[in-house]
């Protein structure tokens, strides 16, 4: 396998709204996010993953762009952005920009000029998924959006319908239309050239759609499915080729594509070793309900899983690609709950065992790990009471669509969003135990969570036993081990639904790794038990002292055995 500078980097992904505040406006900015480098470089972490920064009305807070080639203002200038990327890169840390380019906002200037009319002399024109309504008024098909409602709104200018997969303000744009991937090319390799070092390719799974755009079937929801026709459609992979012809190819990148829907099958051209298209993707599966038992409302009334049915997926991603492609590893991002509170135990007993836990169980694994801001402190989710702390536009029209179409009470519906909603994870970061946290002078955006007084980056920077010093040992040692980027993975008792145990081998050479996901000792199986013998050496562990044959609570013991 080539060994290229990402296969054993570590990402930390920044959402700017909520990460620093540098001129007291209640909003992240590029300011703030420079002030900080300093502390990711202390955690020791390669590249940042840059969530939108673009120029945004932020109906979806910056995944709605309405220039690719300029700044958001409440984040700052051109200007910001460079000093920002100056001083990464003097620190040895690089940028990989969030870019959206399966759809726009209704205010980018190509959609203004698009919707202005289906003349053949409108340049634009054929840039957007434009269709004419059904004989009886209808929308062109039952597809429904991601954001609630109809996937087509109609325009009156244009006396037509368009497409858009989440909010109206946000069009799909047409792929198929030479000159729109002519003009998304062209503006990456303006980014490139301005010195940025990847992308994470937003949704990119659904920027080829089914020709005919077929009704999707339904069932007891208020729209068809129309996923199988708009993920991993027809021409996805033909698009990246191109993409990754005409510019990816020609700069030393990290890429990463958000792809929803994707099979471990797909994934082996989307992040394969020799398809020239991605360096990795998302996948969805593990940060799913339980497939066993879905939801009648999709996410939000989903089961958790079994944890024997989490580490079969898991493990079928890292077997499945084993030198065939490379994976990306997560936990949480700014779309997900918090990883400690949603697959850990985030009462004040066990929140940073458990922490501690997941994250090394995710960073012993094969694939470039993706760290989500504050979850090198543990941070836990907002678990809002009440609808008016929420800003998610998701949130709010599921809120909206499950109370008056379903007819579900406010209170079950707040519950949905309390375990599941986005804000979860977008809450200020939590820099130390001043009045908002340390991340702004003024109200923040978004409340802060009551607990920072105790959880928060001042105190943790300055325990040895704090999450955030764990992260960086982990960090550390993928830098420094070629067992923990290359190493094969195998799976061990994968019947537990109590621990989750596997190695990795490289030549001679094997890691053991033990991890408890529940509140309660438990032995550990004869057979791993007795390869955990004396010559193994305790690697790292969130317990002071090692103890064979058992696992304390949340225990995570690495062993290594030379
Ligand atoms: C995925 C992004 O991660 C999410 O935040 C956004 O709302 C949708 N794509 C639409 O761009």
């Known amino acids: 396998m080539k060994q290229d500078w990402w296969r054993n980097a570590v990402v930390y992904q920044i959402y700017p709204r909520s990460f620093m505040d540098s001129n007291g406006d209640g909003i992240g900015d590029l300011g703030g996010i420079t002030q900080k480098l300093d502390y990711l470089q202390e955690l020791g972490i390669d590249v940042i993953w840059l969530s939108p920064v673009y120029r945004s009305p932020n109906v979806d807070n910056g995944y709605d762009i309405s220039d690719y080639q300029d700044i958001m203002e409440e984040f700052g200038t051109m200007d910001d952005f460079d000093r920002m990327l100056e001083k990464a890169h003097s620190l040895g840390i690089k940028i990989m920009m969030d ?6 906002s209704n205010q980018h200037s190509w959609f203004v000029e698009s919707r202005k009319s289906a003349d053949d002399k409108n340049p634009y024109r054929d840039y957007y998924i434009w269709r004419d309504g059904q004989e009886n008024g209808a929308p062109p098909n039952n597809w429904g959006a991601s954001f609630s409602g109809s996937a087509w709104t109609y325009d009156e200018s244009r006396g037509q319908y368009y497409l858009h997969l989440f909010a109206p303000e946000q069009p799909d744009l047409n792929w198929e239309n030479q000159s729109v991937r002519e003009k998304v090319f062209e503006m990456m390799d303006w980014w490139c050239k301005k010195g940025i070092d990847g992308f994470r390719l937003d949704v990119i799974s659904m920027i080829s759609k089914v020709p005919g755009l077929p009704d999707g079937e339904k069932g007891e929801g208020l729209y068809g499915n129309g996923e199988p026709f708009y993920q991993n459609g027809p021409r996805v992979h033909e698009y990246l080729r191109e993409m990754n012809q005409k510019v ?3 700069y030393p990148l990290i890429t990463v594509g958000e792809t929803p829907g994707a099979s471990v099958e797909d994934a082996v051209f989307y992040a394969g070793n020799d398809t020239h298209e991605l360096n990795m993707i998302f996948q969805f599966e593990h940060v799913g309900g339980d497939p066993g038992q879905p939801g009648r409302y999709g996410k939000w009334d989903q089961k958790k899983m079994p944890l024997s049915t989490w580490k079969q997926i898991l493990s079928k991603w890292q ?15 700014h779309d997900q709950p918090r990883a400690v509170s949603r697959f850990g135990n985030d009462t004040p007993q066990y929140r940073v065992l458990s922490a501690k836990m997941l994250a090394t169980c995710l960073h012993m694994m094969k694939g470039t790990p993706y760290i989500y801001q504050g979850e090198e402190l543990g941070m836990t989710n907002a678990y809002f009471d009440s609808l008016e702390d929420y800003r998610d536009i998701e949130s709010l029209n599921a809120y ?10 406010p209170e079950t519906v707040l519950g949905y969003l309390k375990k599941i909603g986005r804000d979860n994870a977008r809450t200020p970061m939590q820099w130390d135990d001043s009045t908002h946290a340390g991340f702004t002078t003024k109200t923040p955006w978004i409340p802060v969570n009551p607990n920072y007084k105790e959880i928060h980056a001042q105190q943790q920077l300055h325990d040895p036993d704090s999450v955030f010093h764990y992260y960086r040992q982990l960090i550390s040692l993928r830098h420094t081990m070629d067992i923990i980027v290359y190493g094969t993975y195998e799976l061990l008792e994968p019947e537990s639904e109590e621990l989750f145990l596997y190695t990795r081998t490289l030549g001679a050479e094997k890691l053991f790794v033990l991890c408890n996901f529940t509140d309660k000792e438990l032995p550990v199986p004869a057979g791993v038990s007795r390869d955990i013998h004396a010559k193994t050496r305790l690697l790292i562990s969130n317990y002071q002292k090692r103890q064979d044959g058992t696992l304390r609570p949340y225990e995570a013991s690495v062993y290594h055995f030379i």
Do not use: D, Q
């Open 99 to 104: 870019l959206v380019v399966n759809h726009t």
């Open 248 to 250: 990816l190819s020609r």
């Open 319 to 333: 077997t499945g690609l084993e030198g065939k492609g490379w994976n990306s590893l997560y936990l949480s991002n």
């Open 400 to 409: 909206k669509e499950i109370t008056e179409s379903f007819g579900e009470t």
